[in-house]
């Protein structure tokens, strides 16, 4: 069972379909939510809160049913929204103290816990300070130390790096990273950045349209993948290009010295330097691409929702 | 977690019971409210009605301190319902003004900052977050009517020389029922008001608004149409009618302008449903985008 199923999931708000027919299982460590504006990756979210009720089918996170159970639910649930959430006149410590005895920490407990979730994201130096005296980063900072005080078992985050500047990107980015890396956190992380993604979760949930456009657990698609390898050299190419493709390599010659290839599994830059060396041709620059994130997302997106109500498939690469 | 390690730790401890969460609203509600020096001014100023009263209740007692400082002039002086009303009119509308400061603190900040997605991202729910603010606001008003004015009728019970107590019972239990309709009321309305306005000076305003334009509506009502029925908007007249007939006090009212006590109730209630409904419709985590 994944840490959150869902059950042919509909989710109608103002007479529109947001959610149609969701069926998946996510079950990562840290699972990233894409997918363009309107998609209903926030819908998504706020239901398995328990925040809007499924007009059809279920949702269900840890094995409880997302609306029935949502009280249960949201104790070992931390959430970050997207957007401003505090209470600007509270200082640091108080907020965090606040949300964590909300979550069922004792006073004492929930203060012990406030400041250490406030060193831990880096505003241990800001945390008597009030939150609207905050900049913009620290508010996020403010938002990941409520959602982590009570020690929850899933972390929801809702765009964690929007409006950060790079470095405060990079510091959210490390924060989130080393949360996977410890491993008693399951991570749902919702962003329009594929980068964020694809720096920090191993599963992504490609949402189009209210309905699934992929679930791919990121790893096994980039292993799966072959390696593309651009080459300039100088050199007798012909004969280097013979020795390349003799190592299981397939190889398209270009003017200008340029080589393209398909490299196997098993082959690594360190033997076609090799083959070079043999044969005397001098690599002046190699540019190794894999599949990315975005090309994973694109190829979603092209090919649009399943045409079976939204149930899972992942994404031919 | 630790705070020199700068790691992080699980939580392993056990959790508080569900219904403890609402308490830990009314806490912090509290603590906000109390934390504005203008709330300690406003408490202080509704205690000193009491101690006047308190005084009088003394010198009604005490024929040597009366014989003093009324030299023998006891008019107006008799301890017994009309001496509890006008006392607990007094609270109450000091308890107004308590609640049109108090209700916006409760409620605005957390509006103002979007608090909500948060907070009710905790095992909290809708009903759980406005019963704690409420618990939070009956408290605090709880200090400037029904105890004030329970505690001057136990100082009346003991000064008394001749049984007084057993007899003026009724009093006792018309201040309390008095006192917690009133702040009941007021809490839910102050509360209600108070989530549709982000500014708290704006729902300061509001707050006394909704109490003093309804009446003067219902006096213009009643004088046009020539009937009593306009007075059902006119809250204070609508409250001293509830007072007078619980504590047993005499009616102030011409006889023709009674106002029957179902009127008065379902007037309240619909008060209360109206207030509700308010909150209902801006105490969400989400705003639903309709169409």
């Known amino acids: ?51 809007h009720p499924p007009s059809k089918g279920s949702a269900s996170v840890f094995g409880l049913d997302a609306h029935r159970d949502r009280a249960r639910i949201r104790e070992g649930v931390g959430y970050m929204p997207e957007n401003d959430s505090f209470i600007g006149n509270m200082n640091g410590v108080r907020f965090v103290r606040y949300m964590a005895e909300l979550a069922g920490l004792p006073a004492g407990e929930a203060l012990e816990r406030a400041h250490e979730a406030l060193f831990y994201v880096g505003l241990g130096e800001a945390r008597y300070r009030k ?39 990079q510091r959210m980015i490390q924060t989130i990273q080393e949360i996977r890396k410890e491993g008693s956190i399951r991570l749902l992380i919702s962003s329009h950045l594929l980068r964020d993604i694809d720096e920090t979760c191993d599963e992504v949930l490609i949402l189009k349209d209210g309905r699934i456009a992929a679930l791919s657990n990121i790893e096994e698609e ?29 190889c398209a010659i270009y003017p200008g010295g340029r080589i393209k290839l398909v490299m196997p599994e098993q082959i690594v830059a360190r033997d076609l330097y090799r083959v070079a060396a043999d044969e005397g041709v001098q690599i002046r620059r190699m540019h190794l691409r894999r599949d990315s994130l975005e090309d994973i997302f694109l190829r979603a997106m092209e090919n649009g929702p399943a045409t079976d109500g939204g149930q899972l498939t992942n994404v031919d690469l | 977690m630790s705070i020199y390690k700068h790691s992080y730790r699980a939580y392993m401890g056990t959790l508080t019971p569900h219904w403890s969460r609402i308490v830990v609203l009314a806490r912090y509600a509290l603590a906000e409210a109390w934390s504005s020096k203008i709330t300690i001014a406003l408490f202080t100023f509704s205690m000193l009605p009491a101690i006047v009263y308190l005084v009088g209740i003394y010198l009604a007692n005490n024929p040597l301190a009366s014989a003093l400082i009324l030299r023998g002039n006891k008019t107006g002086l008799s301890i017994d319902a009309a001496y509890f009303l006008k006392m607990l009119e007094g609270q109450s509308w000091l308890a107004l003004a308590i609640t049109a400061w108090i209700a916006p603190r409760l409620i605005t900040f957390d509006l103002a900052d979007n608090a909500l997605p948060i907070l009710l991202s905790h095992p909290i729910s809708r009903f759980g977050y406005v019963f704690g603010k409420f618990l939070a606001l009956i408290a605090s008003l709880s200090l400037v009517t029904w105890i004030p004015c329970l505690l001057l009728f136990a100082y009346q019970a003991y000064s008394s020389p001749q049984p007084w107590t057993w007899d003026h019972l009724s009093i006792a239990g018309g201040l309390l029922t008095g006192s917690l309709i009133w702040i009941a009321l007021l809490s839910i309305l102050g509360l209600a008001l108070s989530s549709w306005v982000k500014w708290r000076v704006v729902a300061t305003g509001i707050i006394f608004a909704a109490v003093f334009v309804p009446a003067g509506v219902g006096g213009i009502v009643s004088a046009v149409m020539r009937t009593k029925w306009g007075l059902l908007l006119n809250l204070p007249v609508m409250m001293t009618e509830i007072w007078q007939r619980l504590l047993g006090a005499p009616s102030v009212m011409r006889p023709r302008q009674d106002l029957p006590n179902q009127a008065m109730a379902t007037m309240l209630v619909l008060a209360c449903l109206v207030s509700v409904a308010m909150l209902n419709a801006r105490v969400r985590a989400r705003e639903v985008v309709r169409g």
């Open chain 1, 1 to 51: 069972m994944g840490i959150i199923d869902m059950n042919g999931l509909e989710v109608r708000l103002g007479g529109r379909t947001v959610l149609n027919g969701l069926t998946g299982e996510l079950k990562g460590q840290a699972v990233g939510l894409l997918g363009p504006n309107g998609a209903g990756k926030s819908t998504l979210i706020n239901t398995l809160l328990g925040f």
């Open chain 1, 131 to 169: 939150i609207n005296t905050y900049s913009l980063g620290m508010k996020q900072l403010v938002k990941l130390a409520q959602a982590l005080a009570h020690g929850p078992k899933l972390l929801i985050l809702d765009e964690p790096t929007n409006g950060l500047d790079p470095m405060a990107r």
């Open chain 1, 222 to 250: 980039r292993r799966s993948n072959r390696n593309f390898m651009e080459l300039e050299t100088v050199g007798a190419i012909e004969q280097f290009s013979v020795k390349v493709r003799g190592l299981g390599c397939e």
